[in-house]
T-cell receptor, first 113, second 113 residues
Framework: DTAVSQTPKYLVTQMGNDKSIKCEQN?????MYWYKQDSKKFLKIMFS???????INETVPNRFSPKSPDKAHLNLHINSLELGDSAVYFC????????????FGDGTRLSIL | SQQGEEDPQALSIQEGENATMNCSYK?????LQWYRQNSGRGLVHLIL?????REKHSGRLRVTLDTSKKSSSLLITASRAADTASYFC?????????????FGQGTILTVHP
């Protein structure tokens, strides 16, 4: 029944490792997003896909690579993890356009040791 | 740079009291949205107000928008302990922004039983 689901919920790993976070939505939405929320709760958009096409690509290190195999899925792969990557990563979806609310998953808490 | 700034950063009230949170932004917008985030959870959309609207209601929530002052307020009436959460405003620019939302840093609301 979960509308936007992310896995894993927690991710603890060493610096330098590569990790992936998966996101799936069952709302039939066309647009999906990745956000990063830092320790001060500041939420910033990273990427957005509309029907598998990348439409928003903020200034994010190229160690971060999103991938959308279909419009219901948006994954985030991170290479060579750094201490500063520690944060909560949220996936969201919306029907598309700028007049629509976004539906968020419960986040993936990434901790780099 | 951050589009939305919220005031106060933290608010502590008793159950039954009203809670008012303010949000200021810097550029012209298409719409402004309010979200709630419970501890350890994702954001939940509360209300969307378009730039040509001045006030909107949803249950115990009342949102106002003053585009001349570039500010918005969220009023929660007759607050309950379950309203304890962080509240964020987010602005959407419209046009080719593809639904990009820019979030404020949020107001932490604590409602004491």
């Amino acid at each position: 029944d979960t509308a936007v689901s992310q896995t894993p919920k927690y991710l603890v790993t060493q610096m330098g490792n590569d990790k992936s976070i998966k996101c799936e939505q069952n709302l039939g939405h066309d647009t999906m997003y990745w956000y990063k929320q830092d320790s001060k709760k500041f939420l910033k958009i990273m990427f957005s896909y509309n029907n598998k096409e990348l439409i928003i690509n903020e200034t994010v290190p190229n160690r971060f690579s999103p991938k959308s195999p279909d419009k219901a899925h948006l994954n985030l792969h991170i290479n060579s993890l750094e201490l500063g990557d520690s944060a909560v990563y949220f996936c969201a979806s919306s029907p598309g356009g700028f007049n629509q609310p976004q539906h968020f998953g419960d986040g993936t808490r990434l901790s780099i040791l | 740079s951050q589009q939305g700034e919220e005031d106060p950063q933290a608010l502590s009230i008793q159950e039954g009291e009203n809670a008012t949170m303010n949000c200021s932004y810097k550029t012209s917008i298409n719409n402004l949205q309010w979200y709630r985030q419970n501890s350890g959870r994702g954001l939940v959309h509360l209300i969307l107000i378009r730039s040509n609207e001045r006030e909107k209601h949803s249950g115990r929530l009342r949102v106002t928008l003053d585009t001349s002052k570039k500010s918005s307020s969220l009023l929660i009436t007759a607050s309950r302990a379950a309203d304890t959460a962080s509240y964020f405003c987010a602005t959407a620019l419209g046009g080719t922004s593809y639904g990009k939302l820019t979030f404020g840093q949020g107001t932490i609301l604590t409602v004491h039983p």
